[in-house]
């Protein structure tokens, strides 16, 4: 059973912050690319950031200049800081793992909810 775990998700203020973490445990072999996906009542899933093993990093216009996606290789995981929170924002945060192989796995989401 593989192990792709989502953490970090809860209730913030309208101009706050939280960092999500993704783990990928040692099931998983060969992690390359790390995303985050969200996904809104009555909208589809749309990716927010992507990042490379190599660090390179990609935005959704939306939330360019207040997310930041990073990667720890050696823990296995992915974060994304996600600041200046909008009520937009609030959606189930869905972490996605490709590795060399062509494989691709999805957490199970983590709620974000953002509101006065």
């Known amino acids: 059973q593989v192990q792709l775990v989502e953490s970090g998700g809860g209730f913030v203020q309208p101009g706050g912050s939280l960092r999500l973490s993704c783990a990928a445990s040692?099931?998983?072999?060969?992690?390359?690319?790390m995303d985050w996906y969200r996904q809104a009542p009555g909208k589809e899933r749309e990716l927010v950031a992507t990042i490379t093993t190599g660090g390179i990093t990609g935005y959704a216009d939306s939330v360019k200049g207040r997310f930041t996606i990073s990667r720890d290789n050696a823990k296995r995981t992915v974060y994304l800081q996600m600041n200046s929170l909008k009520p937009e924002d609030a959606a189930v945060y869905y972490c996605?793992?490709?590795?060399?192989?062509?494989?691709?796995?999805w957490g199970k989401g983590t709620l974000v909810t953002v509101s006065p």
């Open positions: 996605n793992v490709r590795t060399s192989f062509g494989e691709n796995y």
């Open positions: 040692a099931r998983i072999f060969s992690v390359n690319n």
